[in-house]
């Protein structure tokens, strides 16, 4: 009896095809998922790329908002305890222009207006991890200066104008920052200029001409500062919440991640199972086959 090679060879390739159908059903059983290598499943693969994209763009966004939310709110602190300092000063200011206050009064005024104002420029060369806040881009160095040899002082601002964003995974930016020209001024005008021209003022002893006017610009300059101040608040919310949201989004990626490639252990054992049957019969097959006598061992 002569048997048909090719029909031999097809069961050979069976068991060969049995025998990694094995392997791989094992290899996902042991790892947990189905997608081990690109040629397992092309399209999966591809797939799950993005979501470790996606997820890798929102990991990154999350850890650089936690910094910036740090910053942002040693800022906020700042610009609160301004806001507390020039409140502070408006009353003084109303207080010493009221006409009942005699030298020693007027000069103890200004002597606590040279206090504040010391206390706001401290204040706007305020820092966080070595960076300084109001600096714009020149965050290395701190960005007022005073200079109290004319009188009234004046104050020089050594930072520019840039505006920091922090940019979300969506590609939208949220400021992070607050230029110091913004928010104190600088040269003649802004809250630390109206603060020294008030020190002038009262330091004589007597109310100048333009104590009253003085303290209105400070109001005035207050508001701008409160202007800011809101600004910056909504920045801070905006990142706490983007930050939220990303946060959310990538466990939603990473659960969608995990149905993608994730394996089926009973669905596996199963197939796992029968394929193991199959290639037992499969070789069982070949070995009865092989025992049977031959064509020439028939003609002996």
């Avoid at 009896?1 to 996902?28: C, H, K, S, W």
């Avoid at 499943?41 to 993005?50: H, I, R, S």
């Avoid at 020149?138 to 005073?146: A, E, G, I, N, R």
């Avoid at 005035?220 to 409160?226: E, K, N, P, R, W």
Wanted: proline share 4%.
């Amino acid at each position: 009896m002569r048997i048909d090679p090719n029909f031999m060879q097809g069961l050979v390739g069976a068991v060969d095809q049995t025998t990694a159908n094995e392997q791989t059903y094992t290899n996902e059983i042991s790892t947990g998922v189905s997608v081990n290598n690109l040629s397992d499943n092309p399209v999966a693969a591809a797939q799950d790329y993005l979501l470790r994209s996606s997820i890798s763009v929102n990991d990154s966004f999350v850890q650089s908002a936690s910094t910036m939310e740090s910053q942002l709110q040693v800022t906020d602190t700042a610009m609160a305890s301004v806001v507390t300092q020039l409140n502070s000063a408006i009353s003084l200011a109303t207080e010493g222009n009221n006409g009942t206050l005699n030298a020693n009064d007027l000069q103890s005024i200004a002597n606590e207006l040279s206090g504040i104002r010391d206390q706001v420029l401290s204040l706007a060369n305020s820092s966080y991890q070595g960076q300084y806040l109001f600096g714009g881009s020149q965050t290395q160095s701190p960005p007022f200066s005073l200079n109290t040899v004319p009188t009234p002082a004046t104050v020089n601002y050594a930072g520019d104008g840039a505006i920091n964003y922090s940019v979300t995974p969506s590609g939208q930016k949220i400021q992070v920052n607050l230029p110091g020209d913004q928010v104190f001024g600088s040269g003649s005008t802004g809250v630390i200029a109206d603060l020294n021209r008030m020190i002038a003022d009262f330091s004589t002893g007597t109310p100048s001409a333009t104590s009253a006017a003085d303290a209105a610009s400070l109001t005035t300059a207050l508001g701008t500062v409160s202007q800011q101040r809101v600004l910056l608040d909504n920045g801070l919310t905006r990142l706490q919440s983007t930050s939220t949201y990303a946060q959310s989004n990538t466990a939603q990626l990473q659960a969608a991640q995990n149905t993608l490639i994730q394996s089926n252990p009973t669905q596996l054992a199963t197939e796992l199972s029968q394929t193991e049957t199959q290639n037992t019969s499969l070789i069982d097959m070949i070995a009865s086959l092989d025992s049977q006598p031959t064509l020439f061992s028939v003609m002996k």
